[in-house]
């Protein structure tokens, strides 16, 4: 049966902090990772997805903070989904993970504006953690491996101010 986007159990003890949608074709990766977020004091995951549509009316429905997405995720209603985001939602912040990175393939979805925070797939979680609190304070996050970027990702970021 396929995952339509599930929203997790909330944990009533948690402080309001930084709440976070995970968007990934790959289950396991989306649960995992929400264990990881859920154990920070400050952060909680409200809902996973595994496609473009799904996240966009989660989105709408749970009003995250911050949207972690596989550059990889669409289907056919949401091939853009960070550009998307950004135009209907632009206080929401979006985290792009990649999983795959080489100097000569830059992802189409990188050169649209309204991401904020790249880093591989591969990353650690201490580095995705940093990351979603830079992110949260309208800052750009790039990880090491991808400081190459950061003249197309500013020329994107300068273009969606204007």
Known sequence: MKDTGRQPVQNSNKKAGIKI?????????????????????????????????????????????????????????SSN???????????????ALLSLFNKYYVPSTLKSAGTLGYLLKSCSFKDLKSAIHIVRKNEIYVAAELEELIPTIMQNNEQDLT
């Open 21 to 77: 949608i995970i968007a990934d074709n790959n289950a396991i990766f989306r649960e995992s990772l929400q264990l990881k977020i859920d154990k920070e004091h400050e952060m909680e995951v409200i809902g996973e997805t595994e496609n473009g549509t799904i996240t966009l009316q989660q989105i709408q429905r749970l009003a995250p903070d911050i949207v972690i997405t596989n550059l990889n995720i669409y289907d056919q209603k």
């Open 81 to 95: 989904l960070t550009q998307q985001i950004s135009s209907r939602l632009p206080h929401i912040k979006v985290i």
